[in-house]
């Protein structure tokens, strides 16, 4: 088991910036790739960004590209998120995840743990 805890999230205006956290414990946290995904009222939870274990590899939904950077620390078991230039759409719940793998596909049902989210909200 891994348990992952989001934290960071909070109300800021469009062009302004957040990091956040995702703290795990439990099993080696560098045995796994981690996720960041996101949840907008109404609508379906969506892939954010990835990293491998290692940090060398990354990969980001288009909507981010250029805005959002994921990373790593393996001595801290924490990954992280720093969003830049956020827009109202960036609105969400943003949930941290971790499996076992990375690949080029990262749909929400293949992950292995979750944490509980934290609430982002970018005002116009």
């Known amino acids: 088991q891994v348990q992952l805890v989001e934290s960071g999230g909070g109300l800021v205006q469009a062009g302004g910036s957040l990091r956040l956290s995702c703290a795990a414990s439990?099993?080696?946290?560098?045995?796994?790739?981690m996720g960041w995904f996101h949840q907008a009222p109404g609508k379906e939870r969506e892939f954010v960004a990835a990293?491998?274990?290692?940090?060398?590899?990354?990969k980001y939904a288009d909507s981010v590209k250029g805005r959002f950077t994921i990373s790593r620390d393996n001595a801290k078991n924490t990954v992280y998120l720093q969003m830049n230039n956020l827009k109202p759409e960036d609105t969400a719940v943003y949930y941290c995840a971790a499996r076992a793998y990375y690949s080029d596909s990262w749909e929400p049902s293949a992950m292995g743990f979750w944490g509980k989210g934290t609430l982002v909200t970018v005002s116009s």
């Open positions: 990293i491998n274990w290692s940090g060398l590899s990354k």
């Open positions: 439990g099993r080696t946290f560098n045995n796994y790739a």
